[in-house]
């Protein structure tokens, strides 16, 4: 057999090659990754959704809270840490030198995020013990909630905040006494 001479070898046949034609392993490969970008965009805007919703709550935060009686000056937001192996978060927390109202801030208000809230809300001040000797009050802010939930919410002590247009506004009854926690 001479140089020039071409054997009829077939092609190997790389599954991970997008040439060719498509075989099942391919068209599954190419699924996954498909996902893999999608979860990828869906966690990326939920997240800034999420912050969006959280500038329009803190905005006017010390302002609404101040008109409820709770004279807070400042605000911290995202507040996470560790403690005792547990990883906790909180969006907002407004303070001053005897109150802090920790705010959980929801695109859509749901029954389950009230009720979980609550369950952080009791462990905040273990979570961050130089807390430990305020008042701690729970608000939840939304900009949608499932029908409910808002009352819901109000009947657990808990202030409700609406964000609406570019700010939030309290929307808790004119009687309405918050529980501290």
């Known amino acids: 057999m001479s140089p020039s001479t071409k054997t009829n070898n077939p092609p190997t ?3 991970d090659s997008t040439e060719g034609p498509l075989t099942f392993e391919k ?22 959704w999420g912050k969006l919703i959280e500038s329009l709550v803190d905005g006017d935060i010390i302002r609404i809270l101040n ?28 303070i001053n030198g005897t109150d802090i109202v920790i705010v959980e ?3 859509t208000l749901r029954p389950e995020d009230v009720r979980d809230f609550i369950k952080k809300l ?9 807390y430990s000797d305020k008042r701690v009050y729970g608000a939840v802010a939304f900009l949608t ?13 808990l202030f409700v905040m609406r ?14 006494i918050p529980k501290p926690w």
């Not at 068209?27 to 800034?48: A, G, H, I, P, Y």
């Not at 909630?145 to 002590?157: F, I, R």
């Not at 570019?166 to 009687?175: G, L, M, Q, V, Y």
């Open 163 to 176: 964000a609406t247009g570019d700010s939030a506004s309290i929307i808790n009854s004119d009687t309405f």
């Open 27 to 48: 068209v599954w490969l190419m699924f996954q990754e498909t996902d893999k970008k999608l979860n990828k965009l869906e966690r990326l805007f939920t997240s800034q």
């Open 122 to 130: 009791k462990m905040a001040k273990i979570w961050m013990p130089e």
């Open 67 to 94: 008109q409820r009686g709770i004279a807070v000056t400042d605000i911290i937001k995202r507040r996470s840490g560790k403690r005792d192996g547990v990883d906790y978060e909180f969006d907002i927390i407004a």
């Open 13 to 15: 046949s790389d599954p």
């Open 105 to 107: 801030v929801k695109t």
């Open 145 to 157: 909630e499932d029908t409910g939930t808002a009352s819901m919410a109000e009947k657990k002590g």
